[in-house]
């Protein structure tokens, strides 16, 4: 990790100072934890397989002009990002239903919904993220009306993109969480950005073919093949870097 100085030390990343104050450094950990943290395991490669495929949806996020913190990828585990104040709301947008949602509402895992549904969780680990409503989220201020408005339609905005990406490679978006920021300008104003990261540990993926899932609940439920599943992931987006290097070394010698 490069020697700055730590800013906030979450559970899979650690947020660093970054080069200029307007920006941090996110740092992908290996930690995998699940239930808030009740269970914990190291899973080596972990974070740097999250870096990349997170590097790679951001940036094609930005192109359809969905603003986000996101600047770069400096190394293996690191990347450049906007420094923005954290809107304290979980946006999760299901397509079928997998998860919490299964007990809560007594559904049956892989019903698909006839439209993506949208949900919000506070983010405060304390009280274990419970689930709020809009009005909780207006009336105690954690978002203004307008800027929920713009959030929820940045959400189906990018789930419907994602499930287009990812069907592409042959995996069906379940669900997903993302998080906004309020970036200032130097005149006070603020603008929202998408923030945090977009990765198999906050996106549910199954494999279209045989419904295997290829994300967090495979540590979760105790499965296995974490490690291996983020890695066909991350080949089939075509970001795995030893195919890289292998494909720019095939390229050399045919030069
Ligand atoms: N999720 C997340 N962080 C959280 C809670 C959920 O990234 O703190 C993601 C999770 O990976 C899944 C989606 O949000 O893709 C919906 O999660 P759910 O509410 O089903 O909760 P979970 O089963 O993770 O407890």
């Known amino acids: 990790m490069s020697k700055k100085k730590i800013l906030y030390e979450g559970k899979a990343k650690t947020i660093l100072e970054g080069p200029t104050p307007d920006t941090v450094i996110q740092y992908f950990k ?3 934890t699940a239930n808030n943290a009740e269970k914990h395991s190291i899973i ?33 585990r690191e990347q450049l990002v906007r420094k923005v104040e954290i809107i304290p709301v979980e946006f999760v947008v299901r397509n079928i239903a997998a998860g919490s949602i299964l007990k809560r509402l007594g559904l049956k895992e892989g019903r698909v919904f006839s439209r993506p549904l949208i949900e919000h969780y506070l983010k405060k680990d304390e009280l274990g993220d419970p689930l709020i409503n809009e009005d909780h989220i207006v009336n105690f201020e954690w978002a203004t009306r307008d800027e929920l408005d713009e959030m929820n339609e940045y959400g ?3 789930n419907d993109f994602l499930r287009g990406l990812f069907l592409g490679i042959g995996l069906k978006l379940i669900d997903f969480k993302i998080e906004f920021g309020r970036y200032y300008s130097d005149d ?17 993926l199954w494999d279209v073919s045989t419904n295997h899932k290829m994300d967090k609940d495979l540590f979760r439920q105790d499965i296995g093949g974490l490690k291996e599943a983020y890695q066909e992931v991350a080949d089939r987006l075509g970001i795995l870097p030893e195919k890289k290097k292998y ?7 045919v030069k």
């Open 30 to 32: 290996d930690d995998a």
């Open 44 to 76: 080596n490669g972990k974070g740097v397989l999250n870096n990349s495929i997170s590097d790679f949806l951001m940036n094609r996020i930005n192109e359809i002009g969905i603003p986000t913190h996101y600047i770069k990828k400096l190394n293996m």
């Open 156 to 158: 189906l905005r990018i």
């Open 188 to 204: 006070g104003n603020s603008i929202l950005l998408l923030a945090d990261e977009i990765s198999p540990d906050n996106c549910r």
């Open 247 to 253: 494909s720019n070394a095939k390229t050399e010698i």
